[in-house]
T-cell receptor, first 115, second 114 residues
Framework: AQTVTQSQPEMSVQEAETVTLSCTYDTSESDYYLFWYKQPPSRQMILVIRQEAYKQQNATENRFSVNFQKAAKSFSLKISDSQLGDAAMYFCAYRFTSGTYKYIFGTGTRLKVLA | EAQVTQNPRYLITVTGKKLTVTCSQNMNHEYMSWYRQDPGLGLRQIYYSMNVEVTDKGDVPEGYKVSRKEKRNFPLILESPSPNQTSLYFC?????????????FGPGTRLTVL
């Protein structure tokens, strides 16, 4: 069965610094999708970035980028120039390929940004 | 405004009293899903629907029912709630089955079962 593991329950970063959140997953599939979601104190779930497994190029969205290592089944999120508004819970998620809408989420990493 | 709405936002109930949490989206999305969020466990998928009258189980479907009679609505039904169903519930929807389409989440429903 597919699993998603976030081994860092909590991380801290100084404002303007860079932080990397880890995510590993286990699957026997060759094609799938990976996501990072942000949940601020408002509880709203916000998509940060997504990656298709068939793409070798790492996805980037402004200050957010991923390091996707398919063979190692690793999908880490790098936040550059951290801002106070980045403080939130971050969830890594795995989505099965077309034909189903099933998602598996990790347990989350709480990110604190220090002024 | 494109959005997913859930009602109620907060609910306190007692064991065994049937309840329904409604979810509605105005984006003409085919795909809708329910999750529960518990501390230390992240989000877990309860049920999802790929279209009208098509539903399937997620990882934690026990104790829940869903229906998809209309494209815009996907209610979550707890026939006989128990305290272990106390949780934060999210509804989500997506336009297409492609993984590129993002899920839009509702604001969440905080349910307490006494």
């Amino acid at each position: 069965a597919q699993t998603v593991t976030q081994s860092q329950p909590e991380m801290s970063v100084q404002e303007a610094e860079t932080v990397t959140l880890s995510c590993t997953y286990d699957t026997s599939e060759s094609d799938y999708y990976l996501f990072w979601y942000k949940q601020p104190p408002s509880r709203q779930m916000i998509l940060v970035i997504r990656q298709e497994a068939y793409k070798q190029q790492n996805a980037t969205e402004n200050r957010f980028s991923v390091n996707f290592q398919k063979a190692a089944k690793s999908f880490s999120l790098k936040i550059s120039d951290s801002q106070l508004g980045d403080a939130a819970m971050y969830f890594c998620a795995y989505r099965f390929t077309s034909g189903t809408y099933k998602y598996i989420f990790g347990t989350g990493t709480r990110l604190k940004v220090l002024a | 405004e494109a959005q997913v709405t859930q009602n109620p936002r907060y609910l306190i109930t007692v064991t065994g009293k049937k309840l329904t949490v409604t979810c509605s989206q105005n984006m003409n999305h085919e795909y809708m899903s329910w999750y529960r969020q518990d501390p230390g466990l992240g989000l877990r998928q309860i049920y999802y629907s790929m279209n009208v009258e098509v539903t399937d189980k997620g990882d934690v479907p026990e104790g829940y029912k869903v229906s998809r009679k209309e494209k815009r609505n996907f209610p979550l039904i707890l026939e006989s709630p128990s305290p272990n169903q106390t949780s934060l519930y999210f509804c989500a929807s997506s336009l297409v089955i492609s993984g590129r389409a993002p899920q839009f989440f509702g604001p969440g429903t905080r349910l307490t079962v006494l």
